[in-house]
């Protein structure tokens, strides 16, 4: 059985760095072709990708944010850890993590944890 | 980057009856298209992915079709337990993107 569970801080004030962990249990990040991917969805609105990482440490940012993002993982202790530099009030979401393989996009997602930036 | 487009935004139906939801991609994304259902407070479900294939539990009243550009999300005969937003996700290159959503509301 896959799960993922995302932690974290619930607050961070503007132009501080966000770290935000990914626990997994049920797959291994070193099995071929699996990814673990990150993706926010700000309160009543779309979702967006962030960033991924592969089994074989290739790693993928989004265009817009690839600046403020760093993806890494710990294959040892399953966890995927997202680091998001310099937030703003906009960046306030809800942050999934969320299970890739070759096949299917994001078959698995962790429960979520909102973030507020605020002072 | 490759822009999805939702319409409608959102769709009146009553239960029982057949939903059609469609998703346009800006440029060609074959057949490397999901959907997904969320409901409120709660993380996106995967339903179908290669634009056609059901996950692992998804129901048979739901469908997906299409490649290339276009394609749709039908939902035959809508049940109480369906009333949600749905998304759409191309993952033909890496950098995965989703579209607006569909808000399926009850008629």
């Known amino acids: 059985q896959i799960t993922l569970k995302e932690s974290g801080p619930t607050l961070v004030k503007p132009t501080q760095t966000l770290t935000l962990t990914c626990t997994f249990s049920g797959f291994s990040l070193s099995t071929s072709g699996v990814g673990v991917g990150w993706i926010r969805q700000p309160p009543g609105k779309a979702l967006e990708w962030l960033a991924l990482?592969?089994?074989?440490?290739?790693?993928r940012y989004s265009p817009s944010l690839k600046s403020r993002l760093t993806i890494t993982k710990d294959t040892s202790k399953n966890q995927v850890v997202l680091t998001m530099t310099n937030m703003d009030p906009v960046d306030t979401a809800t942050y999934y993590c969320a299970h890739r393989t070759v096949t299917t996009p994001a078959g698995y997602w962790g429960q979520g944890t909102l973030v507020t930036v605020s002072s | 980057e490759i822009v999805m487009t939702q319409s409608p935004a959102t769709l009146s139906v009553s239960p029982g009856e057949r939903a059609t939801l469609s998703c346009r991609a800006s440029q060609s994304v074959s057949s490397n298209l999901a959907w997904y259902q969320q409901k409120p407070g709660q993380a996106p479900r995967l339903l179908i992915y290669?634009?056609?294939t059901r996950a692992t539990g998804i129901p048979a009243r739901f469908s997906g079709s299409g490649s290339g550009t276009e394609f749709t999300l039908t939902i035959s005969s809508l049940q109480s337990e369906d009333f949600a937003v749905y998304y759409c996700?191309?993952?033909?290159?890496?950098?995965?993107?989703f579209g607006g959503g569909t808000k399926v509301e009850i008629k």
């Open positions: 290669g634009a056609s």
């Open positions: 990482i592969y089994w074989n440490d290739d790693k």
């Open positions: 996700q191309q993952y033909n290159n890496w950098f995965l993107t």
